[in-house]
């Protein structure tokens, strides 16, 4: 009983260390423009408003401007356009 205990704790520090905060981007692409659909993934590989509109004709969502700058700005993060 008493290494089971043990191993339960050993365990419970292990899996305590190895926990990471979690992502909470829904977006995918480094682009500066965005299809931000109804519901769903963003898909942000548009690099001008023009490409993104045109991806877009015909479809549902709008273009926006990818949301990854202001939050790398948020979190103190200094990124250059070409990073995106």
Known sequence: MRIALIGLAALTVVMAISVQPGN????????????QPPAGTWDCSYYSQRQCLASLSGGFGTCVTSPAAYWDRKEGKRKSRQDW
Not at 24 to 35: E, L, N
């Open 24 to 35: 909470a981007q829904y977006w995918m692409g480094r682009g500066t423009w965005c299809i």
